[in-house]
């Protein structure tokens, strides 16, 4: 059985930094894309970042751009999200998906973690 998961949720003051992991484990995965998205009370799953696992290629939301970075480790199947400069309204669930394609939508992603909270104080 495949499984994502997320480590590294917490509470963190405004400014500061965290930095979520998430582990591939079960059966080899053989998607292409990770991805983090991010849920806040009363809203919308929404896109994050997404990394292709080959190339490294990477794409961000620009409410995180130049403040988030996602990263991977293939040897260690996992991926990162290293999150600096933390505002309130970063406070959500995240989530780790994995998928074959490269987009911001969620439907596609065939497998997701069970989320860790992330809570910014002001």
């Known amino acids: 059985q495949r499984r994502l998961e997320e480590r590294g949720g917490g509470l963190v003051q405004a400014g500061g930094s965290l930095r979520l992991s998430c582990a591939a484990s079960?059966?080899?995965?053989?998607?292409?894309?990770r991805g983090w998205f991010r849920q806040a009370p009363g809203k919308e799953r929404e896109f994050v970042a997404r990394?292709?696992?080959?190339?490294?290629?990477?794409y961000y939301a620009d409410s995180v751009k130049g403040r988030f970075t996602i990263s991977r480790d293939n040897a260690k199947n996992t991926v990162y999200l290293q999150m600096n400069s933390l505002k309130p309204e970063d406070t959500a669930v995240y989530y780790c998906?994995?998928?074959?394609?490269?987009?911001?939508?969620?439907?596609?992603?065939?497998?997701w973690g069970q989320g860790t909270q992330v809570t910014v104080s002001s």
């Open positions: 079960g059966r080899t995965f053989s998607s292409s894309v």
């Open positions: 990394i292709t696992w080959g190339g490294g290629s990477t």
């Open positions: 998906a994995a998928g074959i394609i490269a987009t911001t939508r969620s439907g596609p992603y065939d497998y």
